[in-house]
Structure formats: structure tokens, C-alpha cells
């Protein structure tokens, strides 16, 4: 088996690129613009150039056993990106095979989410572990879930859409898929801050958030004014973690996984977040999963987790080619 | 390989023993009453006798490949029934080691719903699909989800508790397993008779189930006052369907099955209760899922079903044994 392999992490602004030893070094990096390439084909050929020079330049020509690669709305059966709003080609690419032609290194791809979980198994915090969900809490909320060792693609590829399990089946908040009560629009970034503006709303009670416009409020600043001690924030933590804590119970009842994983932006509030994920989880669980399940942050350093969590997929594919 | 395999059902009341060859046909039947057993031994050694006289009064001495055995509170992993709250035995019982040991035969166990996702993926509605979700709508409410065309049993061996998911996260009904909101409190048998009792409480309409003594009424006088046209009858099986299909969109969300196998008593009702779960669960579903996922009631013969559940088990140990 080759010693190497590569780890692509397209996102809407930024193609990272990272070469990674079996022990999740990244030994080397490039990154191209995702944008100014309105043809996948000129992304394609940008690409491949940035990802030879610097196979090149580090000495590793014929050492790369696959590329793994994370894209929004991936599909890893098809090895397709299809329909991607927050990408500059529309319509349904066959990313993988056209990576593999110019690149003559097998290829594979998935979501983010997916790419995230083979990390953290591969890698991160679970290494060894055969069942467990991995959860990000980004912009949207994502999962990747991993049963008897294997990630879950499902019939299509599309399982894992844990974001849009519906948490509040009655009177719940419009979400961005069309549909209401999704776990996102509760428990993402952008669902923290709107919990802070119906908060702000709904109740008199002073707040280091009324200092900001209303419409301004991040979940940043949610996390700031919560340090700070300020009360109502606290409050939005809590029923930000009560909600996630709850859908995790129904989780384990699908797949009683060993471990929850939570990896993105909201896992810096740390504490905040992971108490009362862990109360109402626990307070939530039927009595034979009690206290058989961890929920822990992802232990892949951030910068690289995108990419990490792609290269692990590169083993992968490089296994299955026996490469 | 050996060309039969044994299934054992075993039920609060009786259990039902089937010699099974690999098309799924129950070629001979025995049974022997589960009580008057205070001793799971005794137990043991009368399911021996029963199962060693079926066995060489047909000939087929030496021709058994493996035992499968479905039960309540069964673990695969661990081959144990524990704590069964139906069964004479109380704590936990080695019941597949303790079965193998007298028969000479492998035997492998596990719970009643995944018995009847085996059952369905080796002879009935699901052969040849590796994604689906079986779902048992009986007193309670089982499933057994397959992915990768692996049974799910995640990390203890009880995945697949989906009668206990939270469909109602506020004011839900109590369930018997202590928590509130449960699926299975608003959709096994005994939910439909207590949807029943709840809209015949808050509603002034004329019904035909206003005959029973409200105390008294089961989901069968539910279906034959739907059959007989009565709208509040057929009201409480629209209302039961929108739960289960809202339920389903979430489970769709989870592993993307191509199919959803229904099974067990409820499904007696055919269209009265297909109809509406179909419906709410094509209008709950993530864009990406619509019309991608099929609703069917099992094949399996409902008297075989239990024990020809049981025996795909047998056939899935044998392999693993050589036999």
C-alpha cells in the first residue's frame, strides 16, 4: 500500500488541499480558489495543477494511494456533487471519475458530514469505535452515522440527514429545506441566533444582547454574552442543548451507537452546549441505553478536519483498488 | 451447507417450533406451552424433547444447519434474554449457549422485530434489498432496521428501538416505558384503541363505537366501525397513519431505505391505515427523499411469519458456523 494519500475539502469560497500520512499528519498543503472557474472543467485542470506541484515538491510522485474528496451535497455512490447551491456548477458533475481520469489516482467523494465521521473514525475520537453518529453543528446541523464499522449511505446516498429530523411536529420554526421543526433550525449557529431573537422578543428581562441590533445577533454573540454571565444567554444555551439532547435520544433508539461525536462552530461554546446536551440526552434515553453513551467533541484539530476527514476516505477508495 | 434450519418463536404464551428449508417453506411443526416452566432448564430440556422428536419423525436427523430463535428482550450479541417481562424467567438467561449445549446444533437469538426484518430480507417482501426498515405494529411497537445489508444492532445489540421515539415532544402521551410521547403509545394496537377513547371523550358526534363500553374498545372494533363507514372509526385511523408517516419522514432522514416493511396486527386494517401513512410520510419527507422510498405490508404468511423469522437467524448462524 502506498504511504500517502489526499485530502480535497471543496468549500463555497476555498478548495483546501492536504497530503496525510496513515497516522493523520497532513504533511503538506495547497489550496485553490473555488470560485473564477464557472466550468467544472477549468476547476478540474486548476486543480490537478495545485495538487501535482505540490505532490511534486514534497517528493511524493507515485506515492498517493487515493484522494478522498468532501463536497456539499455529494453523493459517494454516484461519486457526483448534484445540485449544489453554494457552488459555482449547477446540474449533476461526475466529480469523482473526472478527478480520477486527469488524476490517475483512484477518487472517491462524500458530503462533508460523511467525510467528518470517516475522520473522526480514522483518526479522531472514534478510533476503534464501531457504532457512533457523528454531528455537526455548522450554518446547518450534519451527520454522518457509523453502524457495524460502516458509514451509512443508504439506499441512495443521502442517509444522515439528522439536521432535518423534525424535532417540534407542532407549531415549529419554518427551516430552510421547506419544511418546519427541523432540528436545524433549532440547534445550528444560525438557529442559536434565532432563538435569541425570539427570546429578546418574547420577554422583557434585561440582556447584554439588547445592545446589539436584533437582526445582527449571532450566535457568537450569544456565546460572548454567555460568558459574561449574562443570564438570558445561558438560557439559550440551554434550550438550544435541551432540544439536541432530546433528538439524541431518538437517535440512539435508531442505531444505539456508542458515542455522539459533535464537531463545528457551535462546539466552542463548550460547556454550554455539552451539559445540558448530556441532561436531556440522558433524561431522554429509554432505561436500557442509560448511561451507555458518550457524547464527546470531535478531537481532529479544526483547521484540518475538513480535509483530514476527506483524506480518510482516500484510504478508502485506495484500499478497495488495492493501491 | 445443511438443507434445513430450525425457527423458534418463543411468546408469553407458547412456543411455536418450524423445521424450514432455505425457500422459506415450513416443512414440519411442533410446540410446547412457555408457562409451567418456573425453571428456564425444564424449559430448555421440553423444547429439546419437542424439537428432537420433530426432527426424526421427518427424517431429518443430522440435516440441521442452525437454530434461530426469536424472543422477547433477546440479545444477539450477548445471546441472552434478559429481564423479559413477558417470560417466566427473570433476569438474564444464556438461553442460546444453554440451547446449543443440548442440541449439538448453533443457535443464534434475538428480539422479535429483528427475527421479522430477517425474515422479510431472506423470504418475504425485502429479499434482494440491502436498506430497509421493518416496522411490527402489534401491542407494541418493533422495528428492525437493516443498512448494508446488515442487520443494525449498534453498539449493545439493542439498536432499533423505534416504537420509542419522541413523536410528540410536548404534552405526549404517556408510554409504558415510562416516558412520554412515544410512537408506540399512538400507534401499536393499544395506541389506536386509545385515540379512540380520547376522541370519543372530547368529541359530541355519534359514533358506532359508542356502543362499547369505552373501557372496553380495541383497535379491531376500531377497524370494523371503519369498515362499517363510521367517520370517527375512520378519523382514528387517518390520525394513527399521520403520526406513523411523520414518523417514518424521520426515519427516511436517518438511513435512507428503499423500503419500509410493515407488519403485525394493525396491518389487518390494508388501506385504512396505508393510505394516510403513505400521505404524511411523502409530505414530511426531505426533498431529496420524495418518491424514492416504498411502503409495504410483509409477505410473509402471518402464521409462519414469527418462526420463519426465527430460522433466517438459523440460516445466518450456520454460515457463520460452516455448517
Redo the contacts between chains.
Keep these: 500500500m502506498k504511504p500517502y494519500v489526499v485530502g480535497i475539502d471543496i468549500g463555497g469560497t476555498n478548495t483546501q488541499i492536504g497530503i496525510v500520512d496513515s497516522r493523520g499528519n497532513v504533511l503538506a498543503r495547497n489550496a485553490i480558489k473555488t470560485g473564477g472557474h464557472p466550468e467544472v472543467t477549468d476547476f478540474i485542470d486548476d486543480l490537478h495543477a495545485a495538487l501535482m506541484q505540490t505532490i511534486e515538491q514534497n517528493g511524493m510522485k507515485g506515492e498517493i494511494g487515493g484522494i478522498g474528496v468532501g463536497a456539499p451535497n455529494a453523493n459517494y455512490f454516484k461519486g457526483t456533487i448534484e445540485q449544489a447551491a453554494n457552488l459555482p456548477w449547477k446540474g449533476v458533475i461526475p466529480f469523482a471519475e473526472m478527478l480520477r481520469k486527469k488524476c490517475g489516482i483512484p477518487v472517491a467523494i462524500t458530503n462533508d458530514a460523511n467525510a467528518a465521521a470517516i475522520g473522526e473514525m480514522t483518526y479522531g475520537a472514534a478510533r476503534g469505535v464501531?457504532?457512533f453518529i457523528m454531528i455537526t453543528l455548522g450554518t446547518g446541523v450534519g451527520s454522518g452515522?457509523v453502524?457495524?464499522g460502516?458509514l451509512?449511505?443508504?439506499?441512495?446516498?443521502?442517509?444522515?440527514?439528522?439536521g432535518?429530523?423534525?424535532?417540534?411536529?407542532?407549531n415549529g420554526r419554518l427551516c430552510g429545506?421547506?419544511?418546519a421543526g427541523c432540528l436545524e433550525a433549532y440547534t445550528s449557529a444560525t438557529g442559536v441566533a434565532r432563538t435569541a431573537r425570539e427570546f429578546l422578543e418574547l420577554r422583557n428581562e434585561d440582556s447584554l444582547l439588547r445592545r446589539i441590533p436584533v437582526q445582527d445577533i449571532t450566535s457568537k454573540d450569544v456565546f460572548d454574552s454567555a460568558m459574561a454571565g449574562d443570564k438570558l444567554a445561558l438560557e439559550i444555551f440551554d434550550y438550544t442543548g435541551k432540544i439536541l439532547g432530546?433528538a439524541f435520544?431518538?437517535?440512539v433508539?435508531?442505531?444505539?451507537?456508542?458515542m455522539i461525536v459533535l464537531f463545528g462552530g457551535l462546539t466552542k461554546a463548550g460547556d454550554l452546549i455539552m451539559r445540558p446536551v448530556k441532561e436531556a440526552m440522558e433524561a431522554?434515553l429509554?432505561?436500557?441505553?442509560k448511561g451507555?453513551v458518550d457524547i464527546v467533541f470531535s478531537q481532529l484539530k479544526e483547521a484540518d478536519a475538513a480535509v483530514l476527514g476527506a483524506s480518510a476516505l482516500g484510504w478508502e477508495t485506495a484500499k478497495q483498488n488495492n493501491d
Tied chains: 1, 2.
Design positions: 464501531k457504532d452515522i453502524a457495524n460502516q451509512i449511505y443508504g439506499s441512495d446516498g443521502n442517509a444522515g440527514e439528522l432535518h429530523v423534525t424535532v417540534r411536529a407542532q429545506c421547506g419544511r432530546e435520544a431518538n437517535f433508539a435508531f442505531s444505539s451507537p456508542r431522554n429509554l432505561p436500557i441505553f451507555k
